[in-house]
């Protein structure tokens, strides 16, 4: 036997000197003697993307993460030469590039190293597959502390963890398990108040290093493929995200009545348990807005079709719960089953639309239907057939939003659970494996399935949802965390893995509430439900084989509770859709964790229970059994709470009392909040009134308030209204002055404005700087409310 012991042991190989760089318009293009190349591209004074190649070659420039339609561009690049490096220097970054080994260090104005390399770019030859495992390695302070990576379900502070990224269906899983539904190689670190991120845009197998290995190095790797990141820098934490967002992009406005509360299970049928369950909704007035149809509902799993024996007329019963305020939302798995009298299998089999093995016959593997081919979603012709399969379920029956699941791919009863390696992708026309599609696959689905939902409801706006999915996912669809357990520390999880997602750019998200797996207990249901109504997402599922998970299944006290918190989310609704708004234009997370809330604050760098719900509520679910209150941290700044009006001050722990029908809630002072009367469902009242808490505070504050039809598109033509409202506090006077945009008419015209924590009795109102008599206002001193008209541009009420 001849071994090669030379090439046994190469192991990690490094640049060497450079020997020259060209300058070419963004771009600054390093080579070293041994034929290293670094591309450093400035997109932004904020944003640069770092690319090598160990050939000096590069391989087609590709990515699904990045928004082609974003503009970019740069107010300075400057580039100097020292005797030890070359310097980049734009107006936020100075990028320092070594002349000894080209490692890269990145610092803000004032000098102070926001990022540099340890050992940097290294690479190990892959002798197996071809090509690199590509490396890097950066140097981390003593006090850094990172953030994000997507659906993780571990400690929200990523620091001393190790985490590989390889969508995995994973029924059950736990704290720290290592591999779930999605891949979102994007993190946040922050030091000395400083923020940046880092955006490694490669849909290999990744692996992320926080300081787990060696204390003050953290680093990222990937199994094949591209050492190709983006460095972005803050210093704010939102300044990151934003252009994170901006980078990757944003999805649009669903309707509103996605944010809703939605009731699954797998799985509702016939027809009659379906009709079962939506008229205990209206029966008990307990408000929800759509209903899932589970993989039960097609016939034999095959997708597109119907068992017609449990739904013999599906697009009857679908109108029918359209009629009583629900909307339907069917599943739709990637697998098709092999089977020549399916028109589905036939025509993508002469179509040659299913995924190949590398030597030729087909990826065949076991999933719900039994043996299946699968679409190679990453084919764009493949993509396009698919999105123009939903025509009759959208078009003509009426479903109004789809469920995509177990595209990581999974697999059932084969080691790894997905495809084998060896299987073959378009990739967009780069043809590659599967281990570079893998992270993809998912993603590529969703985003056939939401042009397909486009196109079919149009001029209705799509709503999709998807199991797994890759950075960029969130422009098609939103997304829940997979088959979570009825468990306290899967509320704990919960918490976590949503506001971790919102900090990953996936703001669409939740949980399943009250777990997928097992069952929980009245208490537990509870208290997961109070947090699951400030989730984006807010669905109740469970597996169904062990128990029911309605919110009437728990006896009247659950019932009750839950009941006001989904009233609760209802009333909310517009305040909740103000922050969607913020979301799909500037990228703003919809939760914010407490670190991204005020990242001065070192207290909040290892917070996790507690985050803020939009921009002005602040929320920390009770996470234990049998308690009657909890300790919490209150950010800094002065907040009311919710329930009882009581002014506290933060930047301190405390506790707070939350007996079972309670959820610690602070608004924050000066805060006025937009809010709905309970409905059942989205818009089925016609809105008379809408009501404004507003919270006083001595000082100012913002608060901004959006509104639109709730569905359609009218709003890019303008027709949508966004409300800014400047209230300034003091000692005897409140000043609120309202700013309106776009053309929007809401069909109510006035507000109920009701007064919380204000200090002195009012005596005068002044509109629009005339006094007008209290009575004419509907001047309640008992409420402290008045009534006054939308179009107000001043406000003074005085003491
Ligand atoms: O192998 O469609 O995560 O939400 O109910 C299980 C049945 C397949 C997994 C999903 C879950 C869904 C279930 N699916």
Same mark, same amino acid.
């Given at each position: ?12 190989? *490094? ?23 670094? @591309? ?19 391989? @087609? ?47 803000? @104005? ?112 990937? !199994? ?27 999805? /649009? ?52 079709? &119907? ?60 999933? &719900? ?14 993509? /396009? ?184 989310? *209802? ?9 969607? @708004? ?18 001065? !604050? ?58 079972? !029908? ?138």
């Amino acid at each position: 036997m001849i071994t090669n012991t030379e090439l046994e042991h190469k192991g990690n190989l *490094y640049p060497t000197a450079l020997i020259t760089y060209e300058h070419d318009q963004d771009t600054i293009s390093f080579i070293t003697k041994n034929g290293v190349r670094l @591309h450093i591209q400035v997109l932004r004074d904020n944003m640069l993307r770092l690319r090598y190649s160990t050939t000096g070659i590069f391989e @087609h420039d590709f990515s699904y993460a990045v928004d082609e339609s974003q503009p970019h561009g740069f107010n300075q690049l400057q580039i100097t030469e020292t005797e030890t490096h070359i310097v980049i220097t734009t107006e936020k970054v100075i990028c320092k590039v070594a002349r000894d080994d080209i490692r890269v260090g990145m610092y803000n @104005h004032s000098g102070k190293p926001i990022l540099e390399d340890e050992l940097g770019f290294h690479w190990e030859e892959s002798f197996e597959f071809g090509g690199n495992f590509v490396k890097m390695s950066k140097s981390s302070k003593d006090q850094e502390n990172f953030f994000g990576l997507g659906d993780k379900p571990t400690n929200f502070n990523l620091k001393g963890k190790r985490l590989s990224l390889w969508n995995t269906d994973q029924y059950a899983y736990g704290k720290d398990t290592t591999e779930l539904y999605k891949a979102v190689p994007f993190y946040m670190g922050l030091h000395g108040n400083m923020s940046y991120g880092i955006f490694f845009d490669n849909t290999f197998k990744t692996h992320f290093d926080f300081c787990s290995e060696r204390r003050n190095v953290t680093s990222f790797w990937a !199994d094949g493929g591209e050492m190709n990141y983006y460095f972005i820098y803050g210093p704010q934490m939102s300044d990151v995200l934003t252009t994170y967002t901006d980078l990757t992009g944003k999805p /649009e406005l669903p309707p509103m009545w996605a944010l809703g509360f939605h009731q699954c299970k797998w799985s509702y049928y016939p027809e009659s348990k379906v009709k079962e369950i939506t008229s205990k909704f209206r029966e008990l007035n307990f408000p929800c807005d759509a209903i899932y149809l589970d993989i039960d509902y097609m016939d034999g799993f095959r997708c597109f079709t &119907w068992n017609k024996e449990y739904f013999p007329d599906p697009k009857r019963m679908v109108s029918e719960l359209e009629a009583d305020g629900f909307k339907t939302v069917a599943i739709i798995d990637p697998g098709i089953k092999i089977d020549l009298s399916y028109d589905i299998f036939k025509e993508a089999l002469d179509k040659n639309y299913f995924c190949r093995r590398a030597d030729g016959p087909y990826m065949r593997g076991k999933v &719900w239907p039994g043996e299946c081919y699968f679409p190679d979603f990453t084919n764009p012709e493949v993509r /396009e057939w698919w999105s123009g399969l939903y025509r009759e379920l959208i078009g003509d029956i009426g479903v109004k939003g789809v469920w995509n699941d177990m595209n990581e791919p999974a697999v059932m009863e084969v080691p790894g659970k997905t495809f084998p390696l060896d299987v073959r992708h378009d990739y967009d026309g780069h043809r590659c494996s599967h281990r570079k599609a893998h992270n993809i696959y998912g993603m590529q689905m969703a985003r056939a399935t939401y042009d397909g939902v486009k196109k079919f409801n149009f001029p209705k706006r799509p709503f999709i949802i998807t199991r797994a999915n890759y950075s960029g996912g969130q422009r098609y669809t939103s997304t829940w965390t997979g088959d979570n357990v009825a468990t306290w520390e899967h509320l704990w999880l919960a918490n976590v893995q949503i506001q971790r997602l919102c900090m990953s750019g996936m703001s669409f998200s939740g949980s399943d509430i009250g777990g997928f797996a097992e069952q929980p207990s009245g208490e537990l249901y509870t208290r997961w439900l109070q947090l699951g109504i400030f989730h984006p997402f807010c669905r109740v599922h469970s597996s169904g084989d062990h128990g029911e998970q309605e919110p009437w299944f728990f006896g009247e006290e659950v019932l009750d509770i839950s009941r006001k918190f989904v009233e609760l989310r *209802y009333q909310l609704l517009p305040y909740l859709y103000t922050a969607f @708004h913020n979301y799909v234009q500037e990228g703003m997370p919809i939760l914010k964790p407490l670190v991204y809330f005020d990242q001065e !604050d070192v207290q909040t760098h290892y917070r996790s229970d507690e985050f803020i719900f939009g921009n002005q509520i602040l929320v920390c679910p009770v996470q234990e059994p049998n308690v009657q209150g909890r300790r919490m941290y209150i950010p800094r700044g002065k907040w009311y709470n919710f329930w009882t009006d009581k002014l506290v001050v933060g930047g301190k722990e405390m506790w707070v009392d939350a007996p079972l !029908d309670i959820i610690p809630i602070y608004i924050k002072e000066g805060a006025v909040i937009p809010k709905y009367p309970v409905q059942q469902y989205v818009d089925q009242i016609k809105m008379e009134q809408m009501t404004l808490d507003l919270y006083y505070k001595l000082g100012k504050e913002n608060s901004e308030f959006y509104e639109d039809a709730h569905d359609g598109y009218e709003y890019r033509q303008n027709v949508y209204s966004l409300r800014t409202f400047k209230l300034t506090g003091k000692e005897d006077e409140i000043i609120l002055q309202q700013h309106k945009s776009g053309k929007y008419s809401a069909p109510y015209t006035s507000f109920k404005l009701n007064l919380h924590g204000v200090p002195f009795e009012i005596k005068k109102v002044f509109y629009e700087n005339e006094e007008v008599p209290l009575d004419q206002i509907h001047f309640n001193a008992e409420e402290n409310s008045m009534i006054i008209d939308k179009e107000f541009s001043e406000l003074h009420l005085v003491g």
